[in-house]
Antibody
Framework: EVQLVESGGGLVQPGRSLRLSCAASGFTFDDYAMHWVRQAPGKGLEWVSGISWNSGSIGYADSVKGRFTISRDNAKNSLYLQMNSLRAEDTALYYC?????????????WGQGTLVTVSS | DIQMTQSPSSVSASVGDRVTITCRASQGISSWLAWYQQKPGKAPKLLIYAASSLQSGVPSRFSGSGSGTDFTLTISSLQPEDFATYYCQQANSFPPSLTFGGGTKVEIK
């Protein structure tokens, strides 16, 4: 059974940093691209960042480019999102999601999310 | 960046109704289009990928069609468990990016 478990969320002041983690199990992690998607309270889904199976292809939404860094450790079956210079508008539930393929953006499994609140 | 426009933003329907949701891409994306269902407090669930392929375990009352810039999700006979918000998503341009539509809330009439 595919499982994605996010952690690392919490309350953080504007301008500070936070690192999210996603622990994956139930599939061959290094065969698939992985993504982060967020959802602000009461709002729609917003893609944040994605990374291919071998970290050779990486992308970011314009809203986080230059502030967030995605990475993965295939030996640890883990995905990460380093978030720097956080802003109030980054407040959201952050989902980790598995792609259908090695370099792709159709998301077939999602975690339950970790909540990030940016506030002073 | 590719923009995705969904319509309507909300729809009121009754059990047994046929419901159609449309999604338009700002440029051609071939068949790189997915549909997701999200219920309150839950993670999104993949329904349709590659515009018309039904994800495993998804009821056959859900169907998708379209290619290029115009796409449709159809629920042939709405069931009580189908009341939720639906999102389209283009998967054509990763890398470097993906885009979701704004969502369509299907409500009980």
């Amino acid at each position: 059974e595919v499982q994605l478990v996010e952690s690392g969320g919490g309350l953080v002041q504007p301008g500070r940093s936070l690192r999210l983690s996603c622990a994956a199990s139930g599939f061959t992690f290094d065969d698939y691209a992985m993504h982060w998607v967020r959802q602000a309270p009461g709002k729609g889904l917003e893609w944040v960042s994605g990374i291919s199976w071998n970290s050779g292809s990486i992308g970011y939404a314009d809203s986080v480019k230059g502030r967030f860094t995605i990475s993965r450790d295939n030996a640890k079956n883990s995905l990460y999102l380093q978030m720097n210079s956080l802003r109030a508008e980054d407040t959201a539930l952050y989902y980790c999601a598995k792609a259908l393929e090695a370099v792709a953006g159709t998301l077939d499994y999602w975690g339950q999310g970790t909540l990030v609140t940016v506030s002073s | 960046d590719i923009q995705m426009t969904q319509s309507p933003s909300s729809v009121s329907a009754s059990v047994g109704d046929r419901v159609t949701i449309t999604c338009r891409a700002s440029q051609g994306i071939s068949s790189w289009l997915a549909w997701y269902q999200q219920k309150p407090g839950k993670a999104p669930k993949l329904l349709i990928y590659a515009a018309s392929s039904l994800q495993s375990g998804v009821p056959s009352r859900f169907s998708g069609s379209g290619s290029g810039t115009d796409f449709t999700l159809t629920i042939s006979s709405l069931q009580p468990e189908d009341f939720a918000t639906y999102y389209c998503q283009q998967a054509n341009s990763f890398p470097p990016s993906l885009t979701f539509g704004g969502g369509t809330k299907v409500e009980i009439k």
